[in-house]
C-alpha cells in the first residue's frame, strides 16, 4: 500500500513538472517583452534544480512549440525569440556543456535564427559567444568546431562571426592553431594588409551598432587582446584605427577610436603607450575636446577621463603613471593643453610620480618645448597661422595652464603631498613673477634655470593674480603629512599653519626676505623704493616683535596684526604705494594698542579726537572687501572674527555706515570698488577661452550670435529712433542746417520749381552726416553713463553683501555686547529700502541675506546681553520707535520683522529669572538655551522691564489694529506676544475684552476673543480672577461675547464662521473657569442666544461650528438631538419582481437588452398576444402616477429606465414597432399599473406625514 502511494506521489510531480516546462516554453514567445525574460530565467532555474528533466526532451519541446516554418506571419518574430531564449535556458541551467548532443543541436538552433535578423538582431550570436566562454575545449574541438566552421571562416565578414572567431581564439588556442586559421581565412594571424579592408568594414559595422549605447563594442576589445597576443598591436593601431577609421570623421568611427584610446591603456607596454598617446587618435581627441564646448555638443571628456582615472588608480608602474599623464599634459591647442588644469585623476599618482610631474612643469614652464608637445590648430586658428607673436602667444598659455595646474595640486586636499612639496611650488610661483636671476647662487634653487623666452608685464600680471590666489588656498590649507594625525579637535584652528606652527604666509615672507637680501644675483622686476624698503623691513620687526610679545590671552589680536602685517607686507611687491600707506596705519593702530594696554588712564581731549585703532584696522578691513582678491576678503574676514572683542561702537559705525543710502553719493572711499585689470582679462581670455569650433555648427553658432548682436543693435537703433522723436534740440539744428543749404521749402513753394546745383547738395550731405554723427556720439555717451550707473550699483550691492558678513560674525561672536542694539535699526532700514519685488536677482538675494540674518542671528538668538541696567531706557525708546515703525509700514512682511525686533528687546528688558554666573554649570546652560521656551512660566521676574511704559506701547499698537481696517500688524504677531510673555496679558486684557464687540471689522472680533482667551489661560491672569475684580472681568466678557453674537445674524462666510466659533471656545473657558473657582457669576444668561443662535439659516453645515456649539451647550446641560433613523418599508411582493425586472446598464443594444429580459421574465403566452393587441391598436397612455417608482428614505425618489425606449408613431397614431414584438407598456397589465399606482400613493402620503 506504501509503495502505490510512493509511486502516486512521484507521478503527481512527474506531472506537475510536465506541467511546469510546458508553461514556461510556451511563456519563452509571449507576447509581452519583459515577460520572455522572466519565462527564460525560471526555466533555466527549474533544469538547474531538477537533473530528472531531460534537455533533450526541452529542447524539442521548444522546438516543435516555437516552429518558425510553421508559424503564422504574424507570429514568426514570437517564435523566433522563443527559439532564442530557450537556448538562454538550457545555457544559464549549467548543464548544457555536459550534453555535447543537446549542445551541438542548440548551435544549431541559433544558426537557423540568421536569417531573422530583423526580429532578433544579433542576440543568436552573443548566446553563441556565451555558450563558449564556458564551453571545455575538448567539447569545442569534438563536437562544435565542425558546426561553427562555416561561420569562422566568413568571419571578416560581419561583426558578430568575427567576434565569434576571436573568442574562440581566446578560449581555444590549441584547437584553432595557425595552420587551422590560415585554412580557415587564409592567413596565420588577424591583421594583415590583405585583412586590414576588411576588419576597417566589420569595425564601422560595430561602431554603428553601440551608437545609443556609447560603449565600448566587446568585439574592438577582443581584437585588441588577439593583437596583443599575435604582436601585431603597432599594425592595428597604425593601419586599422588611425588610417583606417580615424580617416571617415564621423562620429561614431571616431568615438570608436577615442574608447579604444581609454580602454586599452591597462594592456598596453611603455613603448606601446607612447605609440598611443603621440598618435593622430590623440591630436584628434584633443580636437573634440576644443569643438565640444558648445552647449548642444556631445562631451567626451568625462569619459576619458573615467578611462584615465581608472588606469592611474589600477596600475603600479610609476614610469606608466608618468608617462600617461605628461602625455595628456602636452596635448595642446596652441601652446594651451585641452585637459583641465584641476583635473581630479592627479589624486592617483604615486608620490614620486608627483614629484617627477611637478619637477616636469616647471622645467616646461622654463624651457617651453613645444615640439614636445602634440600641437593642433582648429580649422579657424588655421587660417590666422601666419600670424605675428604666435610662438610667444602659445608660450603664454602654456605658461599660464602651467602655473593653474601647479596651483591646483595645492588646492586639491585629495592629492597626497608634503610641505617641502607644497613650499617648492609656492617659492617657484614667487619667484618668477616678481624676481629676475642675475646669476646662480646655490643657496636659491630657482636661479639655476633661466628662462629661455621671458615673461612680459601681462603675462607677469596674470601669474601674479594666480600666486595671491596660492596664498589664499595657503591661508585655509589643513595640516599636511603626519601632522594632521595629532591635530585632532584643533584642526579648524590649525588651518594655514605648517607643521611646526608657523603660518604659509609667514614662510612666504621669510622667502622673500632672503631673496631681498641678494642684491648681486637676484633683481626685482618692479625695485623697491627706498620708502617701500624701510616699510618692508619695519613690517618684518613688528612681527617678530609680536611673536615674542604673545601672550595666551592676547593671542587672537596678534595673530589678527600678524596676518595684516604680513599679508600687506607681501602686497608691496605688486601695490607698493597703496601697500606702504596700509603699513603705516597698521604701525599706528599697533602702537596704540599697546599704549592703550600700558596705560588705563583717561585720555586728553586730542587723544579723544584721533580714532581707535580698531576704527582703523576696520577701515582697512572694508578697503579689503573692495578689492577683487579673494584672498584679501579671506583675510578680512578672518582678522575681523579676531578683533571682534574690541570693537567699539564707533567702529561698528564705520561698517553701519557702508549701508546708509547716503554713503553712496558722499564717501566713496569706503565703496571703492576696483575691477580686474583689462590686461588680466585679456590674459584670462587669452589662456583658455578661445574655444572654436571646426564643424559647420560653430558656424551657426556664431551666426546666432550675428544675429543676437543684429538683435541688440536693432534695439540701439531702436532706442535712438525714439530719442530722436523727443529731441527737439537735434530737429532744430537739422531745420537749421536745411535751412542753410535752401533744402526746406518755404509755404506756399513747390519743392519742384527748386533748382540745386551738385555741389551744394554735396555739402548739405556732408553737414547732415556730421549732424548725426554727433547726435549718434550723444546717444552712446547717455548710454554708456547708464551702463556704467547700472555696474557702480551692482558694485556696491556686491560690496554691501561682502560687509554684511563682517554684521553675521559680529553677531555670531560676540551676542552679549551692548552693540548689538544698535544693528537692529540698520538692518530693518535695509529691508525697508529693499523693494522684493522689482528688482534683480542681486537686490533679491541682498535682501534675503539681510532678512536671515535679522531673523536667525539677532532676534532668536540664544545669547543676548545681560548687563543692560545703563541703557534700559535707551532700549525701552528703540522698542517704541520699532512699534511705530511697525504700524506705519505698507507692507505686512517688513512689519512682522519690526514687530520682531521689539519682541526680541522685551526679552531682553525681561531678562531670565536667575542670571547664570560665568561658571555656569550644564543645567543653567541648558535653561539658558531653552529661554525662549520657557517664557510663559516666568510671569514674576520683570528684570529691567518697565511694564507699564511696554504695555502702554503694545496697548497703543493693538487699538490701533482693531480699529483700522487696512494696519500693517497682523493678528499673529499678538499672538505671539501672548504666547512667549504671559506677564503682559493682565496689562493688556482690558483692551482685548472692549474689542470683543467694538472691533471694526468681524476678522478683529474673532482675533480679540483669541487674545482673552490666550489670557485668562496664563497663570498671571488666573490669580486675578478669585476676587471681585475677577468677577467684574467674567462679566465683562459676558457682555461683549454678547453683544457680538448678537450682531451674528447668518453664519454663511468663513470669517463668520471663525468669530462664531472663537466666541464659543471662549464661552467654553469661562464656564470652566466658573465651575473651576466657583464664581459667583451666571454664564446662563447666554443660553438663550446661544439657542437663537443654534436656529439660524446653514448654521450647521459646518462640522468645525456644530461642534463647537454642541461642546458649549453640553456644557449648559444640553444634549444633542439624534438624527433620525429612517427605516425603509418592506418591499411588497410586486417591488421585488420589480427589482428583479430592472434593467441593467450597459452599452449592449436595446433589441438584445428586450430578449434577454423576456427571457428572466418568462412572460406567458396570453400576455404576448394581449401585448400583440395593444401593440397594434392605439398605444395606452400610461399617467405619470403609474410609473414604477422607487423611494429611497424620507419620500426622496430615484430615476428608473433612464434608457426608455419610446417607440416611434407613424401618421396614424400608431406604433410602428414590428408584429409579434409588445411594447414595453404592453407588458404589463392594468391589474398590475393600479396597485404599483396604489403602493406609490401610499408611500408618499407616509413621506409627507413624517
Known sequence: ???????????????????????????????????????????????????????????????????????????????????????????????????????????????????????????????????????????????????????????????????????????????????????????????????????????????????????????????????????????????????????????????????????????????????????????????????????????????????????????????????????????????????????????????????????????????????????????????????????????????????????????????????????????????????????????????????????????????????????????????????????????????????????????VVCYADSLLSKKDSIRLVQPFTQEQREAWDRMLQSVKGLQKNSKKSEQLEISAFQLLFLLVGIHLFKNGDDSVALLSDLHTCLQKASEKKRKRQSKSAMDQEEPEWVEVVVEILLSFLSQPSRLMRQVSKTVFVRICPRITKAALQLILDVFKPESESGEDSALMVTEEPEETKKVKQSSGDEVEDESDSDESEGGEDDADDADDDDDSEEEIAEDEAVDDNFRMELMKVLQAGRAACKEGESSDEEEVDDETMMALDKNISSLFAEHKKHLQAKKDQKAKLRKEKTLHTDFKMKVLDFIEVFLAKQPESPLVFDIIEPLIAIIEATPSSHSDKQEQDFLRKTADIFKNQLCKAKRYCRDISEIKDDLHELMERLLNRACKQPDSSVSLYCFSGSLYLFRVLKGSPTEPTAAGTCKEKEEREGDVQTESTQGDSLGSLDIDRVAAIYEKALTLFMTKRNCSLTGPMFIDLFNRFPVICDRLLQCAIKYVADGVRQHQQSLACSLVLKALQTQVVRKTLIDQEGKIIINQIINQVKQCLKTTTKVKLKVEQEKVVKCLELISVLIKIVNQQKLNVSVKVLVPLLQSLGQLEEFGKTSQVDHAYWHVMKLFGFTRPKKDVVIKPAQTPEAQEEKTLKKKKGFLPETKKRKNWKKKKGMPQEKAQEGERDSVGKPEEVPKSEKVVKTAGAGQAKKQNKRKRIPEKGPSGNSLEKSGTPSKKAKLNRAQVGKRATTKQKKQEAGAME
Not at 562571426?161 to 592553431?177: C, D, E, S, T, Y
Not at 600680471?461 to 603629512?481: E, K
Request: aromatic fraction near 8%; hydrophobic fraction near 40%.
Open 1 to 507: 500500500m506504501q509503495e502505490k502511494n510512493v509511486t502516486a506521489n512521484f507521478d503527481t510531480k512527474d506531472d506537475e513538472l510536465q506541467y511546469a516546462v510546458k508553461r514556461l516554453v510556451e511563456g519563452l514567445a509571449a507576447t509581452r517583452e519583459a515577460a520572455r525574460p522572466g519565462f527564460s530565467l525560471a526555466l533555466a532555474q527549474l533544469l538547474h534544480y531538477n537533473e530528472d528533466i531531460r534537455l533533450q526532451t526541452v529542447l524539442e519541446q521548444i522546438k516543435e512549440k516555437h516552429n518558425i516554418t510553421k508559424a503564422k506571419k504574424k507570429l514568426i518574430r514570437n517564435a523566433a525569440f522563443g527559439n532564442l531564449f530557450g537556448v538562454l535556458a538550457l545555457s544559464q541551467s549549467g548543464r548544457l556543456t555536459k550534453e555535447p548532443n543537446v549542445l551541438l543541436q542548440s548551435m544549431q538552433l541559433l544558426q537557423s535564427l540568421a536569417p531573422f535578423r530583423n526580429h532578433v538582431s544579433n542576440l543568436p550570436h552573443k548566446t553563441m559567444v556565451d555558450i563558449l566562454s564556458e564551453t571545455p575545449e575538448a567539447v569545442f574541438k569534438e563536437t562544435l568546431f565542425d558546426v561553427l566552421k562555416s561561420d569562422l571562416s566568413t568571419a571578416l565578414t560581419s561583426p558578430e562571426q568575427l567576434h565569434l572567431l576571436l573568442v574562440a581564439l581566446q578560449r581555444f588556442p590549441n584547437v584553432l592553431k595557425p595552420q587551422k586559421l590560415n585554412a580557415l581565412l587564409g592567413s596565420t594571424v588577424i591583421v594583415t594588409s590583405e585583412n586590414v579592408p576588411k576588419l576597417i568594414q566589420v569595425l564601422k559595422i560595430a561602431a554603428k551598432t553601440v551608437k545609443k549605447a556609447q560603449s565600448l563594442p566587446p568585439l574592438a576589445m577582443s581584437l585588441v587582446h588577439v593583437t596583443l597576443k599575435e604582436d601585431t598591436f603597432e599594425t592595428f593601431w597604425k593601419e586599422l584605427v588611425e588610417n583606417g577609421l580615424l580617416k571617415s570623421q564621423t562620429g561614431p568611427n571616431c568615438y570608436l577610436c577615442f574608447r579604444l584610446l581609454g580602454a586599452v591603456l591597462p594592456l598596453l607596454t611603455l613603448p606601446q603607450l607612447k605609440l598611443v598617446l603621440m598618435g593622430e587618435v590623440m591630436r584628434q581627441y584633443g580636437n573634440h575636446v576644443v569643438s565640444a564646448q558648445l552647449p548642444d555638443r556631445f562631451k567626451f571628456a568625462p569619459e576619458m577621463e573615467t578611462y584615465v582615472d581608472s588606469f592611474l588608480e589600477s596600475t603600479q608602474d610609476a614610469e606608466k603613471q608618468f608617462t600617461v599623464i605628461t602625455k595628456f599634459s602636452c596635448l595642446t591647442n596652441q601652446g594651451y593643453p585641452v585637459i583641465p588644469s584641476y583635473w581630479k585623476v592627479i589624486r592617483h599618482l604615486q608620490p614620486s610620480v608627483l614629484l617627477n610631474y611637478v619637477k616636469w612643469l616647471k622645467n616646461m614652464f622654463i624651457n617651453p618645448d613645444l615640439e614636445a608637445c602634440l600641437d593642433f590648430s582648429t580649422k579657424r586658428q588655421k587660417e590666422d597661422k601666419q600670424r605675428p607673436g604666435l610662438m610667444q602667444h602659445s608660450v603664454t598659455r602654456l605658461r599660464m595652464w602651467i602655473v593653474a595646474r601647479l596651483t591646483s595640486i595645492v588646492d586639491n586636499n585629495q592629492v597626497k603631498k608634503e610641505e617641502d612639496l607644497v613650499m617648492d611650488i609656492t617659492r617657484f610661483i614667487f619667484f618668477h613673477t616678481f624676481f629676475v636671476t642675475e646669476q646662480q647662487t646655490p643657496d636659491i634653487p630657482e636661479t639655476e634655470a633661466t628662462l629661455t623666452i621671458p615673461l612680459n608685464p601681462t603675462t607677469r600680471n596674470a601669474i601674479a593674480n594666480s600666486f595671491f590666489g596660492l596664498l589664499n588656498h595657503l591661508n585655509s590649507l589643513p595640516p599636511l603629512g603626519n601632522s594632521t594625525e595629532s591635530v585632532g579637535q584643533n584642526e579648524k584652528r590649525m588651518l594655514g599653519f605648517t607643521a611646526e606652527g608657523k603660518m604659509w604666509i609667514y614662510s
